[in-house]
């Protein structure tokens, strides 16, 4: 694919910078910095399902557990920063 693109002062400078430093060409760059970008958006898209695929799949031996859960988390929070008695 060809692309023809307008680029700011700033954008140009920072390709510029780029292809001195890595003696790339700006078409390796600008690849590049698409596979960059579409990896870390797919990262983002992807990770929140991975974290709903885990939910419900614990067992805490409690069947209170959705209605009662701030009850529960505080407890354990409290058991666990709780400042030893003087």
Known sequence: MRINARLDDEAQAHISYLTQATGQSVSHVVREAVARYHAQLKARQTAPQHLLALAG???????????????????????KFAKPAA
């Open 57 to 79: 799949q614990g067992r805490s031996g409690r069947s209170d557990g959705a209605a009662l859960y701030k009850q529960h988390l505080g407890e354990i929070l409290n058991k």
